[in-house]
T-cell receptor, first 113, second 115 residues
Framework: GENVEQHPSTLSVQEGDSAVIKCTYS??????FPWYKQELGKRPQLIID?????GEKKDQRIAVTLNKTAKHFSLHITETQPEDSAVYFC????????????FGTGTRLQVFP | GAGVSQTPSNKVTEKGKYVELRCDPI?????LYWYRQSLGQGPEFLIY????????DSGLPNDRFFAVRPEGSVSTLKIQRTERGDSAVYLC?????????????FGPGTRLTVL
């Protein structure tokens, strides 16, 4: 069935360093890959997404790369700040049908000042 | 504008009771999703509505779970004969559904605790 694996489960970095989170997906028909940030007790919020016709997308300090052949995608955060500390979820969705999101298990990012 | 809202924010109930959880999507969003998030896990898909109809209910765990969206806006997730294993945060999301995969905007969730 559909599955998204996410690594690492926890990630600690020093303020100013970069952070990378990786995901792999099983459904080769998936074509939409969003990343959500969830702070403790809050709702998931979209921070960036990528579609399968694009290999890389960047938005200020955040970038996402997609390798469709290998079925994996990654989130890159540069110049991390303490306010980046949160749980990050990757997800995948296939075209047509319900567009339901299949989520990874999350990465808890801690940025130390 | 107003985002997705959910009520109640917290619900504590006893095993065997019936509960209803409400979701108000963003105005104009035709697609509505329910997800369930257990502690330390990612959201897990339950059901999807396009307009008034449940277009995909493949994620509902069993027949104790049911959801409706009678007028194509507000949705209610209903759980009968609750069990302790139903304890989780129930998230609702909506999207514009403009013909391609659209951003899903999440509500704050309802934390359900079954004692």
């Amino acid at each position: 069935g559909e599955n998204v694996e996410q690594h690492p489960s926890t990630l600690s970095v020093q303020e100013g360093d970069s952070a990378v989170i990786k995901c792999t997906y099983s459904d080769s028909a998936s074509n939409y890959f969003p990343w959500y940030k969830q702070e403790l007790g809050k709702r998931p919020q979209l921070i960036i997404d990528i579609r399968s016709n694009v290999g890389e997308k960047k938005d200020q300090r955040i970038a996402v790369t997609l390798n469709k052949t290998a079925k994996h995608f990654s989130l890159h955060i540069t110049e991390t700040q303490p306010e980046d500390s949160a749980v990050y979820f990757c997800a995948a969705s296939r075209p047509l049908g319900s567009d339901k999101l299949i989520f990874g298990t999350g990465t808890r990012l801690q940025v130390f000042p | 504008g107003a985002g997705v809202s959910q009520t109640p924010s917290n619900k504590v109930t006893e095993k065997g009771k019936y509960v209803e959880l409400r979701c108000d999507p963003i105005s104009g969003h035709t697609a509505l999703y329910w997800y369930r998030q257990s502690l330390g896990q990612g959201p897990e898909f339950l059901i999807y509505f396009q307009g008034t109809g449940a277009a995909d209910d493949s994620g509902l765990p069993n027949d104790r779970f049911f959801a409706v969206r009678p007028e194509g806006s507000v949705s209610t997730l209903k759980i009968q004969r609750t069990e302790r294993g139903d304890s989780a945060v129930y998230l609702c999301a909506s999207s514009l559904r403009s013909g391609r995969t659209d951003t899903q905007y999440f509500g704050p969730g309802t934390r359900l605790t079954v004692l």
